[in-house]
Each structure stands twice: as structure tokens, then as C-alpha cells.
């Protein structure tokens, strides 16, 4: 099928009309069912390490098909250098609002106009890792750029220049960096041209996004450089014990000859067996990954970290977007301004602090509490949950998503009906703000993240006015986000000191209500709750006896979890960009649960 409307703006009936004429008059329609990918809609892919970008929007249909081959011209274009197989998964792709979003390097999703050319670049590189992240790590996508009648200009200029390079060929890679490398060799060598025109913005653009795409090397070259950091299982079995890596903070003491060196916040790791957990197990999970769409895991039992895996291209210290299990940062966060007296408590009006909702015309609005938002029963209109339609992409796109969010309709009353929304935990992180005095970056970093030796380049980012993205913005490590998940396991106390106090962490992790129903769990405060059994979908038998456990978890789109099992002492962390959500709980319950050999 042609996959996408080469066009900014949403897709109507009258623009599907004249685009099945187009394919219609260039014979597609002969060869080929065709469809407009973003006929009905955009779906957001996850975007993991971007730097401008955490979500990339296709159109809808795009998960319809489970494999891909992208037919590429590869030509001139005015801004990105060149266009061929990258920007063909990146901008071609994308729907009208994700043409937007990459050109405004993710600022708007109703206009082009106005990114730099540097964020446009290296948004089309972070959307295009997107989609190989989809297609299995790019197994389920091949590439064939068609070298033909080159103009340094591309389809989208009106008047393009005469092509200055003629019929070279067809290439074809499973590679699309190695493919575009390779046409840019053919260009910058002159072959089949008539006039020799270097274009060497081609080839600066084509390392910008090779930096960005080819993340193997980098990674291999950190494995180089700290191969213990990213050993798998097997290098755990070895170390004949516990092990404990220097902090920074260590080495630098070492050197100037401190006599009280700062606390070592780093992880300690020991053999699994020495914890009760059947090695084979875990290491059957990492033959079982690859492919899956998770690329990172760390299971800590006991209070340290016993098994490990990274897939290649990624490290220990790689930082990943953690979406929706932001939530429960931003959640503890309140209970701590709480027991500062910052805040008065989880029945606190909203409008205590976020003056402006004594403005919305539905009065009933003023009832509005922290608990609410907390619980996800504000009654504010709201379409995220399931794959119905969703107002996501306004949300994003608004002028002010604090103002957005109060304009929501109230259709049901505040404490009534769960409804799960980014907007609630939003607000919370404006209210945090409001109540504070700081950005939820600031206060995060003084009251969690310098206390638990959290990585500098931990952060959130953040809405137009400056307000922490609190419920899908928080950026951090594997290792370190299973330092919030010992935090909570431990009563809210990180080496000897109370961060988050013991009752706001039993009563965040405690069901204040049912959540949406089915089998995602019941909800606390911006936590999950749920009883998981070990071997529940069947993916792997163990000869242990089954039982279940009670689990509370952090969760977000495309497979992050913070699962903390308090019977078992045990926190697991799992990052990706998976198909579903939900891929990770057989992996979590099947292999992890089923790894202990305890009754």
C-alpha cells in the first residue's frame, strides 16, 4: 500500500478523493490494494533516548501490517540534505499531525512552520528509529532506494532544479543508514551525472542521523570501555559473591585523600542463587527477549541487583523515556511536599493552588481535590485509556495543557468514576509547582534523585509554560529507576534516610479504587495494584510450586514497568518499545516470579 498523505494538515474526504486519483492515474491502483494510512487518525509509536522527541505519530492504520518494505527515490531535499531511506520512515510515514510534529522538532502538531533545521533533522532520524524499534529492531523492514534522474531539490518544491545526476540504480539494504551511506557515495563520487555537484549537506545530515540510529556502535564501544557494567547473567554467575561498584563520589575521595568520603549510592550485585532464584530460569528469559521489543531489564532481589540484560545497542547508563510510570515519581513527590507542609493534604482543593479553575463556568468544578487526581476520579472528560478515539494528540499540541485540561468537560462527579489521564497527574505536577515554589525538576532532584545517587543526566521535560510533564515525562536509567522501586520497597527509606514518608508509600500502594477493570489492576495513588501468579500465561514451566503474590507497579505505554513483589523483596525494571503495552507480563510472571525457588 502507499503508506501515508504527503500533507500537513488532517486528512478529509475531499484531499482522500484527490489522492486515489493520483494513485489512480499513476497506475498504483493496478498492482495494488492502496491505502491512506492516516485516513482515520494518527497512533503514537514510542521514541526512546530522543532528544526532541518522545512519541512519533503515524497514521492508524500503520499497525494493520506487521512487515514493511519501503520504496525509496532517493533525491535533493532543500532542508534534511537528502531524502531516501530514513526520511521514507521518518516524514513519508507520518501522518499530517506527525509531518508537524518532526518539522516543528516536536513543539506543534497543527503547523510546520517554525522548527530549525537541527531539530527537524534530528526528529526525522529519532521518528524513523521509531518505527525499526516497531518492525522488531528493524527486522521486519527492508529498504530499496531507486537512483534515478537526482535533483538536489525534492517532490515538495514547486519549481525543482533539472536533475544533475541520472540513472545510477537500484540498491537495496536491510540497513537504512548503510543504504543512504551508500547512494551518498555514489553522489558525492559524480557517478552518472554530467556535471560533478557534491552535495555535501547530504553527508553531513547522514552522520547526524547515523549518530542517532546506529546506537550499536555506541554501545559496543561502551561495553569496551565497562564490560562488567553491561555483563548478562552468566558474567553474575562468576563473581563468587557480592559485589559492589565505586561511585564517582568514591574515586574522587580516593584521589584527594578525604578523610569522610560522600555515601555510596551504587548498586551492590550478587549471584542469583545466593537469593533464592533459579539461574536457568533467568537465563532462559534472556534467550527468550531478543526480539520482543523490551530492551532492558533489572531484577533486584534482596535489596541487590542479581540479574541483567540489555539488548545490543543499549547500556546501563542509557537513558529511557519512561512514560506513564512517571506518574508515580510525580505522586511521591506530593506525598513529600505533604509532609513538608507545603502542601495541606490529598483533600485540598485544587483551586487552592491552581487559582485560574475558579474561572470554569461549570462551578461543580470547584469540588475538584487532590485526591481525585491522585485516584484518577476527577470526572474531567478524558480519552487515553483503550484504542478508541483519543484526545492525546489536542492535549499535546495545546497552547497551555494546564488551561487545556480544566476546560475538559466534567462528566461525572469528582470521586465517582475512575478515568485514567495524563491530565489528572499534570495538574498535580502544577499544583506541586504552585505549592513549592520550584519546577517538579528542582524539587524532584533535592527530595529523590541527589539523595539516591540518581544519574545528573536523569530529567523531565516539560510543557510550554515550564510545568513538569509529570505523568509521561520523566527520562532516567533502568538501574536508577529501580532505586525508586527499592525506595517504596523499603518504607520510602533510601540507605538510612526517609525520602518519602512509610504512610504515604503504604497508602499510594494501597487500592483507593478499582481502576478500569480487566486484568491491568486496581489503582492507588499513580501506582498499580494487582496479584500476579507465577507461570499465568504459560510462557515457561518451572518445576517449583506455583503461587501468587501481591505486586503494586509503575506503568507505561510501550512495555516500562516498575514492578515491586514486598513478599519476595524483589523490584524489576523493564524498558522498550514494544507492540503492546502489555508485552512484558509474561516475561515478568512466566520467567522472573517463576525463577524463585522458595515455598
Known sequence: PLCDADDYRSVDGEQV???VD?????GFTAIADVQIQDENGSMALPVAGGTNLTENYVGAAFSDYDSYLVLSHFKGHAMAGFGGAIKNISIGLASGEGKCWIHTGGESLTSFMGGTREAFTESMAEAGKSVSDYLGNGERITYINVMNRLSIDCDC???PAEPDLHDIGILASNDPVALDQACIDFDYSGYGQKEFLPMKKFLLFLLACALLLSATACASAQAAASSEDIAGLSDRSSSGGASEEPSAA????A??????PLPDHGWQFDDPENHQMDPEVLKALHRALPGSGIHAVVTVKDGVIIDEYYEDGYAPDHLFGIHSASKSFTGALIGIAISEGAIGGVDDLVSDYLPQLLEQEDTRKRSLTLRHLLTQTSGLEWYEWGSGYSNWAEFRSAENWVDYILGRRLIHEPGTVFNYSTGNTHLLSAVLQAATGMTQEEYCRIHLFDPMGVSGDAHWRTDPQG????????????????????LFLDGGVWRGQQLV???WVEESTSIQNPGPGGSTGAYGYQWWVRTHTTGEYGAYVTPYPTASYDTYFAFGYAGQFIYVVPELELVTVITGSCPSSYTPRPYFTD???NAYQGG
Open 501 to 503: 514518608p512509610a504512610s
Open 157 to 159: 518544491n514547486a519549481t
Open 250 to 253: 568514591q574515586a574522587e575521595s
Open 17 to 19: 478523493k484527490k489522492m
Open 255 to 260: 584521589l584527594s585523600g578525604a578523610e569522610e
Open 22 to 26: 493520483q494513485f489512480m492515474s499513476h
Open 591 to 593: 520467567y522472573i516470579l
Open 467 to 486: 510545568i513538569a510533564d509529570g505523568g509521561n515525562g520523566a527520562y532516567l536509567s533502568p538501574r536508577d529507576a529501580a532505586k525508586f522501586g527499592q
